[in-house]
């Protein structure tokens, strides 16, 4: 039996988290299947980021539990799992070509060709630094080698957040491509408008809890409105 096809793709059972005295999750408890397009949407300080980092192994949780295809998390997890944080991570003194390389070397799942056919697309060279590169293409860069593995789970924290709207539309395109149907993503956002048309499903976070985890179609047929009108009535001010 092969565990990673027979299981959840995701369950996480009342996962606690908190650091001082701000509560990043509260006995959180959710369940992902495989093949869905997944908006984690919420205000700042929901929770979001949390749950992202902790999903992917770089942070714990202070109690509950997390797997990823049936396994803790660990290293048969993580090998699952491309994970994109918020900020960029690379230094800026290296070399696209470094960044591809250093990927290569680390996930066994990488696609360099693919990897490079979607920079060339994108106009970036290969020995161009990364200093050279504005931030917004530096950023660009990290998402499509993030999207450039053939992974089980893609996390995507925050990634149009920061950019214009032409970028926007780059950004949520170069995922489109890249997306498999077997696999899943899990885009965290406040930008409900931009992502909504893409969506499958979507989980709302308040305060480190889940307040609904639900198919778009809940929203459109149920409730007669856009994820995005949705959402905006739900944190109104």
Same mark, same amino acid.
């Given at each position: 039996?092969?565990?990673?096809?027979?299981?959840?793709?995701?369950?996480? @059972?009342?996962?606690?988290?908190?650091?001082?005295?701000?509560?990043?999750?509260?006995?959180?408890?959710?369940?992902?299947?495989?093949?869905?397009?997944?908006?984690?949407?919420?205000?700042?300080?929901?929770?979001?980021?949390?749950?992202?980092?902790?999903?992917?192994?770089?942070?714990?949780?202070?109690?509950?539990?997390?797997?990823?295809?049936?396994?803790?998390?660990?290293?048969?997890?993580?090998?699952?799992? @491309?994970?994109?944080?918020?900020?960029?991570?690379?230094?800026?003194?290296?070399?696209?070509?470094?960044?591809?390389?250093?990927?290569?070397?680390?996930?066994?799942?990488?696609?360099?060709?693919?990897?490079?056919?979607?920079?060339?697309?994108?106009?970036?060279?290969?020995?161009?630094? =990364?200093?050279?590169?504005?931030?917004?293409?530096?950023?660009?860069?990290?998402?499509?080698?993030?999207?450039?593995?053939?992974?089980?789970?893609?996390?995507?924290?925050?990634?149009?957040?920061?950019?214009?709207?032409?970028?926007?539309?780059?950004?949520?395109?170069?995922?489109?491509?890249?997306?498999?149907?077997?696999?899943?993503?899990?885009?965290?956002?406040?930008?409900?408008?931009?992502?909504?048309?893409?969506?499958?499903?979507?989980?709302?976070?308040?305060?480190?809890?889940?307040?609904?985890?639900?198919?778009?179609?809940?929203?459109?047929?149920?409730?007669?409105? =856009?994820?995005?009108?949705?959402?905006?009535?739900?944190?109104?001010?």
């Amino acid at each position: 039996m092969n565990m990673e096809q027979n299981n959840p793709l995701v369950v996480c @059972s009342g996962l606690t988290k908190t650091y001082g005295s701000f509560t990043a999750l509260d006995h959180l408890d959710l369940t992902l299947e495989r093949g869905r397009f997944i908006g984690l949407l919420g205000p700042n300080g929901s929770g979001k980021t949390t749950l992202l980092k902790m999903i992917a192994g770089v942070a714990h949780p202070m109690a509950g539990d997390i797997r990823v295809a049936g396994y803790e998390v660990g290293p048969e997890s993580k090998a699952l799992v @491309s994970y994109l944080p918020e900020r960029p991570y690379f230094s800026r003194s290296m070399r696209v070509r470094e960044m591809i390389a250093y990927f290569a070397d680390f996930y066994e799942d990488f696609d360099a060709a693919l990897a490079r056919d979607m920079l060339a697309r994108l106009g970036v060279p290969e020995d161009a630094p =990364t200093s050279a590169l504005s931030k917004g293409t530096v950023e660009k860069v990290q998402l499509t080698l993030v999207m450039a593995r053939h992974a089980a789970l893609y996390l995507l924290d925050e990634p149009i957040g920061g950019v214009d709207p032409a970028a926007r539309d780059y950004i949520l395109q170069t995922v489109i491509r890249a997306y498999r149907p077997q696999s899943s993503i899990i885009l965290s956002t406040h930008l409900v408008r931009d992502v909504e048309a893409f969506l499958d499903d979507f989980i709302l976070l308040r305060y480190g809890q889940m307040l609904l985890h639900a198919p778009v179609a809940y929203v459109t047929q149920e409730k007669g409105t =856009t994820l995005d009108a949705f959402f905006r009535e739900e944190f109104r001010c």
